[in-house]
């Protein structure tokens, strides 16, 4: 797969008018995108709809958790709308995972998303960890845990550090998918990011895709950012 249809771009923007001017800047370079709690709680569907008609994938980040029968029907109207891959949070726990894997099976959808799992957000570092009630534990154990426990619910693979892709990698399997958010090229500050990598280091590492949002979106210039990022992955 080309390097540039595994960066996914957050399209983290507060309105359609505001997304639609990201979308028409990276057209014809970048392919892939996210679309998060802001947008989708904002437009909804007509979000995806937008990205569709500019021929962009999408990631839908709601990373749902909920009681299984509630994801796993949320799972299946998802499936309806024919996104490429969803998230649901690890910590909703293994039978809720294997109820949203059984909902995207059965789903008549002829596309069948990725499902990915979250792990441990990576604005997280030990200190926060513990502040939640996770003292006693590393952030490697427990990342490494709750992927696991979504391989075992049938999951197609997790979203995750890439401080932590290695340990997957090992853990997991090369099949395993492994998508990294927290990605930033040198020049960015690290802003609410606490476990990042530079973007050429995180698919060396093992990432089958990269999340990178404000480095792109919050460029005066998101088109040459985006370009001057994937100049990077091909040196």
């Not at 059965?106 to 513990?130: E, F």
């Not at 003292?135 to 391989?151: C, H, M, P, R, S």
């Not at 990432?207 to 370009?227: C, F, H, L, N, S």
């Amino acid at each position: 797969m080309n390097a540039r249809d595994r960066v996914i771009v957050a399209l983290d923007a507060p309105s359609l008018e505001a997304a639609r001017k990201l979308l028409e800047a990276l057209r014809g370079v970048v392919s892939f995108y996210k679309v998060g709690l802001e947008l989708f709680t904002a437009h909804g569907w007509k979000a995806l709809d937008l990205v569709k008609s500019f021929g962009g994938k999408i990631f839908l980040d709601l990373k749902l958790h909920d009681i299984p029968t509630t994801v796993a029907r949320t799972a299946a109207v998802i499936c309806g709308y024919e996104v490429d891959m969803f998230n649901v949070h690890a910590l909703g726990g293994l039978e809720m995972m294997r109820e949203v894997r059984l909902a995207v099976d059965a789903s008549p959808s002829a596309r069948k998303p990725l499902v990915l799992a979250v792990t441990i957000l990576t604005s997280h570092d030990a200190a926060s960890l513990q502040h939640v009630g996770l003292g006693g534990i590393t952030i490697d154990e427990e990342v490494k845990k709750l992927a696991l426990l979504a391989q075992s619910a049938g999951l197609d693979g997790v979203v995750s550090s890439p401080r932590e892709i290695g340990l997957l990698r090992a853990s997991a399997g090369k099949d395993f998918k492994i998508v990294t958010p927290g990605i930033r090229p040198l020049e960015s500050s690290l802003q609410d990011q606490k476990r990042t990598l530079i973007p050429a280091e995180a698919f060396r590492a093992g990432a089958d895709y990269i999340v990178i949002g404000r480095p792109i979106t919050g460029a005066p210039d998101p088109r040459g950012a985006a370009e001057a990022i994937f100049q990077t992955l091909s040196s």
